[in-house]
Nanobody
Framework: VQLQASGGGLVQPGGSLRLSCAAS????????IGWFRQAPGKEREGISC????????YYVDSVKGRFTVSRDNAKNTVYLQMNSLKPEDTAVYYC?????????????WGQGTQVTVSS
């Protein structure tokens, strides 16, 4: 499976963006899907994981209530809707797949899309 992340950009604090993670050469149906981000000078952090077994999505506390993961099976695409964005959300965002949430090695990674939150 190949992943293509897109949708990043510059947005003002309080604004919204929707990131897309499109899969090719395979289906997302059987995988857990994770969203990660890496801010300048910081380590990559996982911000959400959608379970392969039951589809439950888990969010890190810093984005809970603001970010929502959804998927369009017909388009083989997963989305990360980001609302009420804050400057501290500025980072390169990545999507990834693995067998299940938990210890994450990443069977595939998208190339990353830059999100900048600034006035």
């Amino acid at each position: 499976v190949q992943l293509q992340a897109s949708g990043g950009g510059l947005v003002q604090p309080g604004g919204s963006l929707r990131l897309s993670c499109a899969a090719s050469e395979g289906t997302l149906d059987y995988y857990a899907i994770g969203w990660f981000r890496q801010a300048p000078g910081k380590e990559r952090e996982g911000i959400s994981c959608s379970s392969s077994s039951d589809g439950t999505t888990y969010y890190v506390d810093s984005v809970k209530g603001r970010f929502t993961v959804s998927r369009d099976n017909a388009k083989n695409t997963v989305y990360l809707q980001m609302n009420s964005l804050k400057p501290e959300d500025t980072a390169v965002y990545y999507c990834s797949i693995d067998d299940e949430c938990g210890s994450w090695a990443g069977l595939a990674w998208g190339q990353g899309t830059q999100v900048t939150v600034s006035s």
